[in-house]
């Protein structure tokens, strides 16, 4: 598709060239605007008008605050989700769930401000004790989220029982908390799955935003004024659609990623201050625009602009280049495995692919036959429910997850089957594949674990690499957000850009662990690499995905991964915005498109060398000529498979060997929309003891128990009721739990960060 001048509007910090020029010329591109917008937003504007004039009708007729005396609630609900909406799209405040906060603020409303958040946070703690009761039986989904449901219930019916016998402070409106409530089973179990897998930071931060969140909205939906006035102004409600909507559109920067990629602008601006200049340049545009429409010239300098893509946008690419039907086969492990491998394209070979718990006996056959594997979900995000088997001592075998007998693993495939990784789907499908040993100047480099490459590819064109280094901060991961350093690269030779650590926010010189450059070196087969990558994005189908590839012994490439929606660390690490470089290949002719995938990688390596120049276009001329001879070189070497490493062929036959033969690999499934917002990692952990860190998180669990013991003394010193001193410790103290673990010690007060 071509490049659509208009298609940069609200990108970033705008860009305009100078103004000037025939007025009349300006009216018809204003004119084209306003048309281009009629037709975008006209079918919205129409919904929203047909609902206000229905409000106004209604107001005319008996009134609307007769009318709608009982409804006030779902006016509240209206308001609750265009908070949530601006919370989540415009802030980037990440929470469990998109719109259960809207349910959970009116525990608030019921019982109250406070009490309403210390009863939520109470019944959270509750639940989330009883999933760790539960961990011994490893149950399934269903009868998991059904025991946790039932213990929510029950504690939130004794809490009011509580507070009937005058042992906790009056808790009104019971029937409407009880549902709410309800949730908290559906937020522990998810919480305790992410605390299981992933540590506590990441859950940790990610349950405060949930609080802030809800919070925020009890502040909106508890304001009666405000209730009053938009349930009485109908105008309102076709306003809040279309604000909503509109602000949903437009891919622009989050305040989050303000932050977050805060050195694409400016390193001495901070958030607010790129904010106030976004502002200030987009009222300026808008005031140009008016200025055209009256038939005034308008001299405008350029502006600066920045070239990060934000997430907002990058939904916008997912939603035009990776079309919904393909997006469930690509989230699927094994579909995508079976694809790739019947395409010559180099994978983990598949050992089993289990779907049913009455087929866990083949999953128990490769267990016992095989001393290194790794066990996965098809579907999962972030290393979620990941196990890497690295060898086995008698019956026990050494694993990510610690020593496991065999009866654990087959028990944890059969979790996997029964959906404890596939968010709400009621069941999944577990995958056992070969391990990879990562290539011996990958051992160097980083020590232990498996780093991978991440390559963009876009309509066929690698546009951005970097790769991803385990360290001993991500237990052997090469996820980014749990400590892994990425280190941007080169696409024209697989040169270092430059490495940074997103979890300590820091550039490095050299691997934290093992001390070896990260500014000097070049990765081996790297053409062997990008090809990989290219290929495996060509078999996806997808038109913008990011491709995980492992190097392997004897510098062989195997694809890990292919996401279909890639995560935007990778441009903190190559220090450079991927949006300009995505833009230059949708600004290129439409014959660029049918490129054999060899033209392109050398189209894009010399792209890349050239800094994506506009100049670096070749004219037409070239391009009918390395069409010709791309043609030519295609016949010539027909007959000759593509040598990717010098020792391919000391590569074990068996390694070609494709996923086992079974109905197993279907379609489906739905998919998590902000999945790869924390989806920069590889899926290979080795096995660490973490004593320092568990004699810390011992030490902090004493303090905490002696500071609750003495607040406890205190609040009875002073006549504080028991039972409601216990209370109010629980959710203080476990929500200053969720800060230490979300921020640490030392960034609670502005140091650096563990």
Request: negative net charge.
């Amino acid at each position: 598709m071509a490049h659509d001048a208009g298609r940069r509007t609200d990108g970033s910090l705008e860009h305009e060239p100078p103004g000037g020029g025939d007025s009349g010329t300006h009216r018809n591109v204003a004119s084209a605007w306003l048309g281009e917008q009629a037709r975008t937003f006209g079918p919205l504007v129409l919904l929203a008008s047909l609902l206000s004039a229905a409000g106004v009708l209604v107001g005319q007729t008996v009134g609307l605050s007769v009318a709608l005396d009982r409804s006030r609630i779902f006016f509240q609900i209206v308001l609750a989700g265009a908070v949530m909406a601006v919370v989540r799209n415009e802030v980037g405040l990440r929470t469990y769930g998109l719109f259960a906060p809207v349910v959970i603020a009116f525990i608030m409303v019921g019982a109250g401000p406070v009490w309403g958040a210390i009863l939520f946070v109470n019944v959270l703690v509750v639940t989330l004790l009883s999933y760790r009761a539960l961990q011994p039986l490893k149950l399934g989904t269903a009868p998991r989220v059904a025991v946790l449901l039932s213990v929510a219930g029950i504690a939130t019916a004794l809490a009011f029982v509580a507070s009937d016998v005058g042992l906790l402070p009056p808790l009104t409106n019971s029937q409407e908390v009880f549902f709410p409530t309800i949730i908290s089973a559906w937020y522990a179990d998810r919480a305790a799955s992410d605390i299981e897998e992933r540590g506590w930071t990441a859950p940790a931060k990610r349950l405060l935003g949930t609080l802030v969140a809800i919070v925020v909205t009890y502040l909106v939906i508890s304001t009666d004024a405000l209730v009053d006035w938009f349930m009485t102004t109908p105008v309102a409600w076709g306003v809040t659609l279309l604000l909503v909507a509109y602000l949903g559109s437009r891919p622009t920067f989050r305040l989050s990623e303000l932050r977050r990629f805060g050195g694409h602008f400016d390193g001495k601006r901070g958030p607010v201050s790129v904010g106030v200049l976004r502002l200030r340049l987009r009222l300026a545009r808008y005031g140009r625009r008016l200025a055209r429409l009256a038939g005034r010239d308008v001299d405008e300098p350029e502006l600066e602009e920045t070239e990060v893509l934000a997430m907002k946008r990058r939904n916008q690419y997912i939603e035009e280049y990776n079309p919904p039907h393909l997006r469930p086969s690509a989230d699927e492990k094994a579909h995508v495995n079976r694809r790739l491998t019947g395409l010559g394209v180099e994978s983990p070979r598949t050992y089993a692919v289990v779907d049913d718990s009455t087929d866990l006996d083949v999953a128990s056959r490769v267990v016992t036959e095989r001393d290194e594997f790794v066990v996965k979900p098809s579907k999962g995000y972030g290393g979620e429910g990941i196990v890497v088997v690295s060898g086995r001592d008698g019956d026990e075998y050494r694993t990510s997850k610690g020593p496991m007998t065999e009866r654990d693993l087959v028990d944890h495939v059969r979790r996997i089957v029964d959906g404890q990784y596939s968010g709400l789907e009621s069941d999944g499908k577990a995958i056992l594949e070969e391990k990879l040993t990562p290539a011996a100047f990958m051992r160097d480099l980083h020590g232990d674990g498996v780093a991978d490459v991440r390559v963009i590819v876009f309509r066929g064109y690698p546009v951005m690499a970097m790769t991803r280094l385990p360290t001993q901060a991500s237990d052997g991961a090469a996820n980014l957000h749990l400590g892994a350093v990425g280190v941007g690269l080169n696409v024209a030779d697989g040169t270092p850009l430059g490495a940074f650590q997103q979890s300590r926010d820091r550039e490095l010189d050299a691997h934290p662990d093992t001390g070896a450059s990260l500014t000097d070196f070049r990765l081996p087969n790297w053409d062997g690499v990008v090809e990989t990558a290219v290929e495996a994005a060509a078999a996806s189908g997808l038109g913008y995905t990011g491709v995980d590839v492992v190097l392997t012994e004897g510098d062989v490439p195997k694809v890990l991964e292919v996401n279909v929606r890639p995560g935007l660390g990778i441009q903190n690490t190559t220090g450079d915005g991927l949006f300009r470089r995505l833009e230059f290949v949708e600004s290129l002719p439409a014959e660029y498109e049918y490129l054999p995938a060899e033209r392109k990688i050398e189209l894009a390596q010399e792209w890349d060398a050239a800094g994506y120049a506009a100049e670096a276009l070749p004219d037409a001329d070239a391009l009918h000529e390395s069409q010709t001879t791309a043609a030519v070189d295609s016949v010539g070497t027909a007959a000759e498979p593509t040598q990717r490493t010098g020792e391919a062929d000391a590569v074990d036959a068996a390694d070609a060997v494709g996923p086992a033969n079974t109905d197993a690999n279907r379609e489906g499934g739905a998919t998590d929309e902000d999945a790869d917002e924390t989806t920069d990692g590889a899926e290979t952990t080795v096995e660490r003891t973490g004593s320092e860190r568990l004699v810390r998180r011992r030490l902090s669990t004493i303090g905490g128990g002696l500071t609750s013991g003495a607040l406890l003394t205190g609040a009875l010193l002073v006549g504080f009721p028991v039972f409601t001193a216990l209370f109010v410790l629980v959710a203080v103290g476990f929500v200053g739990r969720l800060c230490v673990e979300a921020f640490g010690l030392t960034g609670v007060f502005g140091d650096e960060r563990e």
